[in-house]
């Protein structure tokens, strides 16, 4: 793992990224984009990770997924150490260029706690808990109110 400044190529250095993709990038105060790994055949969403230039010139590259580590303060390829792998398939920004999502094949797990991944832990609200049916049914009512007291006498003043 190599040390350096997540800010775009690292103080006074250009971008190893080539001009048309880092022009685009629109990184945090301190040089980041959020990185989604997503596993490419079942759209599964696995970890978030940070990425600066390097670490996306490096996924982009060797076809292996490099993050930035916040906490150490150095760049980290997923599975050098842990055994469990991502292999990246594709690579896209968001419509803001602000977001990669990363595409892989994950072997073994993906998050550092030894799950599948980082989001099947603690969920907040699953499907078919009946709150968000709810609050959509809700709306769809509300929806309809409006709809029918648009062709009431006096509706629009």
Known sequence: MTSSSPTG??????????PEIADRLKR?????????????????????????DEALHRTLTTG???YWSRSRREYWVKGDTSGHFQWVKSVAL????????????QVGA??????????DTDVLLAEGSGAAEDAGAAA????????????APGAGQ
């Open 28 to 52: 945090s105060a301190d040089g980041l984009l959020p990185a989604i790994a997503q596993q490419y055949d079942t759209g599964e969403v696995l970890m978030l990770g940070w990425m600066d």
């Open 110 to 119: 993906a998050c550092h706690t030894g799950t599948r991944t980082c989001f």
């Open 64 to 66: 292996r997924c490099t």
């Open 9 to 18: 190529g690292g103080p006074g250095r250009p971008s190893p990224l080539a």
């Open 140 to 151: 769809d009512a509300a929806d309809a109110a409006d709809a029918a007291g648009a062709d």
């Open 94 to 105: 968001d419509c803001d260029a602000d977001t990669v999502l990363v595409k892989v094949d």
